[in-house]
């Protein structure tokens, strides 16, 4: 069978508007798996964030302006100057950029990736988007569905305090070959008190 046959019959699998509990996406997910081969099984979220800020000047009129939507300030030394500026907004916030804890460095790249190392173990995407692998198709659903569980509280303990809104926007669970399988969202907020 080829493989757009053996997809359209997994999508076929899902009921047209559904959306279901996590441990009935990851068992849904699992039966109509079709691979030769022990496929990953996926977790996707979408967040209500917007990840992706860098600027200068811009940036800088931005925070003056009263945005504080954010967690962390990396900033390059020649820059500082302007940011200096901020001293007064950001400081008694704990967010002023410091070189003593790596966040003033011409090395942006990596000081944003160690500050998100520290804090959280999820890439989000420009997006919002987060995907995390939960497991393998041939892990009982039990345990993929313990895995989902520990991925989402680890997000909803690193909810950022600027998200404002609905935090978790959708889950979908997935095989590496499947398609998606909708998770229900409010269920899964009811449990996290979102």
């Given at each position: 069978?080829?493989v757009?046959k053996?997809?359209?019959?997994a999508?076929?699998a899902?009921?047209?508007?559904?959306?279901?509990s996590?441990?009935?996406?990851?068992?849904?997910?699992?039966?109509?798996a079709?691979?030769k081969?022990d496929?990953?099984v996926?977790?996707?979220?979408?967040?209500?964030?917007?990840?992706?800020?860098?600027g200068a000047?811009d940036?800088?009129?931005?925070?003056?302006?009263?945005w504080?939507?954010?967690d962390?300030?990396v900033?390059?030394p020649?820059?500082?100057?302007q940011?200096g500026?901020?001293?007064k907004?950001?400081?008694?916030?704990g967010?002023?950029?410091?070189?003593?804890v790596?966040t003033?460095?011409?090395?942006?790249?990596?000081a944003?990736?160690?500050?998100?190392?520290?804090?959280?173990?999820f890439?989000?995407?420009?997006?919002?988007?987060?995907?995390?692998?939960?497991?393998?198709?041939?892990?009982p659903t039990?345990?993929l569905?313990?895995?989902?569980?520990?991925i989402?509280?680890?997000?909803?303990?690193?909810k950022?305090?600027?998200?404002?809104g609905?935090?978790?926007?959708?889950?979908?669970?997935?095989?590496?070959?499947?398609?998606?399988?909708?998770?229900?969202?409010?269920r899964v907020?009811n449990?996290?008190?979102?």
């Open positions: 069978m080829a757009a053996h997809y359209a019959k999508v076929a899902r009921e047209e508007g559904k959306t279901y996590l441990e009935e996406a990851l068992g849904l997910a699992k039966r109509v079709w691979a081969f496929e990953s996926d977790l996707a979220v979408r967040l209500g964030v917007n990840p992706d800020h860098v000047e940036l800088v009129e931005k925070i003056q302006g009263g504080l939507e954010f962390t300030a900033a390059t020649d820059l500082m100057g940011v500026r901020l001293g907004i950001l400081g008694p916030r967010l002023m950029p410091n070189p003593k790596g003033v460095t011409f090395d942006v790249g990596r944003v990736r160690e500050v998100k190392a520290g804090k959280v173990e890439k989000v995407d420009k997006a919002g988007n987060i995907h995390v692998p939960v497991g393998k198709r041939s892990f039990e345990n569905t313990a895995n989902a569980y520990a989402l509280e680890a997000l909803v303990k690193a950022p305090v600027a998200a404002k609905h935090y978790l926007r959708s889950i979908t669970v997935a095989t590496t070959m499947g398609p998606g399988m909708p998770v229900d969202v409010q907020a449990l996290y008190k979102l």
